[in-house]
Structures are given as C-alpha cells and as structure tokens.
C-alpha cells in the first residue's frame, strides 16, 4: 500500500547551517513523484520541490534539495543556509501513476517534521 | 492575483448543526482537493473533483459532501453525520490532467471548532 514515514517529530537547525528532513516511502507503482511542501504557522501549504520516479538527477529548487535513493524509497529534503523564516512544518507526499496524467493526482501525505531555525 | 480563497478562516459550530465551508479558485483550474488535518497527522483527502459537475470519494468522505456546480466553486458541507468534524480544513486544486503540470496550490484552510 502507498505510505510515506517522516521519523522526525521536530528539528532544531542554527541559523545559516544546512538541515536534513528525511522521508521514506513504500509504493508498488513504477511511476510516481514525490512532493514536499512547507506549512508555516498561518497553515497555508506552500510546495517546495518536485522528484518524479524516473528523473535520472536530483531535484534543486535554490536552497532546496531533494536527495533521492530509489533503491532505498527515500526522498530526503536538504535545506541550505537555513533561515529563521524557514521554521515551520514540512510534510513529505507521493502521489502514484505519474505520467499518465497523474491518475486520480491524490496526494498522500506524511505526518511532518516541524523544524525550528534558531539564531 | 490569481489564487485559492478559503472561507470563513475560523468557523465554530454546534454539535448537530450542518455547516458549508467555501473554496473558490481563480487559477482556471480543472481539478480541485479538499484535505483534513489533525494535530500530529498529515493531511487526509476527503473528496475531489477533475470536472465541473463530477466528484469522487476520498479516503474519509463519511460524514462530508461536496458540490461542484461551477469550475470556480468546490464547497465542502460538513454534516452532522461526521462524528468528529474539529480539524483544519485545506482546499487545494490543480490544472487538468493533460496540462502536464503536477503542483496542488493550496489555499489558507479553515479551521472549524465543534463546541
């Protein structure tokens, strides 16, 4: 069954160093992308970066990256010279049949990891 | 600017009272989302829609129904059917399935409180 695990409750991150959020995830489908998304305190969902199962490198979106092991289902995000504006929740999601159309395009997502950016 | 509007932000209800959240959206977009989320889960889908006058079910569709009489419009009616209907609400949509994009833009959600 489709399932993503994000094993970090909570992450402290000093201001300007990098930070790992990890993601694994389980799927029987070939084709699918894998999503994370950032939820500040005012609770909207704004989308970081994208990694489709078929991409051959991995995803960069300025100081976001998304280390990608596909023999090992993870989908790790890398935050770069962390910024106290970063502090929020980050959710990790997968959405199966990718290419053909996106399918039903639900997402399903993990529990999240709130990180805090100390300075 | 084009975007998703959630209304209201903060809603409270009575046990046994229907209540209608609102979600328009500007972005032209075919397909639109609603999502639940609880204190420490992710978010769980709940009904779509990838055509005007066409839904589906979600994962937790019990106690919910929806509407989707025009492309702009996907308003989510929590009925007094749902057995524990306090949560933040999210709407979210997308372009159509052949446009080739893949993002799900979100709108600000709603927090509904049952008293």
């Known amino acids: 069954a489709q399932k993503i695990t994000q094993t970090q409750p909570g992450m402290f991150v000093q201001e300007k160093e990098a930070v790992t959020l990890d993601c694994t995830y389980d799927?029987?489908?070939?084709?699918?992308?894998l999503f994370w998304y950032k939820q500040p305190s005012s609770g909207e969902m704004i989308f970081l970066i994208y990694?489709?199962?078929?991409?051959?490198q991995n995803a960069t979106e300025g100081r976001y990256s998304l280390n990608f092991q596909k023999a090992r289902k993870s989908a790790n995000l890398v935050i770069s010279a962390s910024q106290l504006g970063d502090s929020a929740m980050y959710f990790c999601?997968?959405?199966?049949?990718?290419?053909?159309?996106?399918?039903?395009?639900?997402?399903?997502f993990g529990t999240g990891t709130l990180l805090a950016v100390q300075p | 600017d084009g975007g998703i509007t959630q209304s209201p932000k903060y809603l409270f209800r009575k046990e046994g009272q229907n209540v209608t959240l609102s979600c328009e959206q500007n972005?032209?977009?075919?397909?639109m989302y609603w999502y639940r989320q609880d204190p420490g889960q992710g978010l769980r889908l709940i009904y779509y829609?990838?055509?005007?006058?066409?839904?589906q079910k979600g994962d937790i569709a019990e106690g919910y129904s929806v509407s989707r009489e025009k492309k702009e419009s996907f308003p989510l009616t929590v009925t007094s059917a749902q057995k524990n209907p306090t949560a933040f609400y999210l709407c979210?949509?997308?372009?159509?399935?052949?446009?080739?994009?893949?993002?799900?833009?979100f709108g600000a959600g709603s927090r509904l409180t049952v008293l």
């Open positions: 990694q489709g199962s078929y991409d051959q």
């Open positions: 999601a997968m959405r199966e049949a990718e290419g053909y159309g996106g399918a039903t395009n639900k997402l399903i």
């Open positions: 979210a949509s997308r372009p159509g399935r052949l446009s080739g994009a893949n993002v799900l833009t």
């Open positions: 799927t029987s489908d070939p084709s699918y992308g």
């Open positions: 829609s990838q055509i005007v006058n066409d839904f």
């Open positions: 972005l032209n977009h075919d397909a």
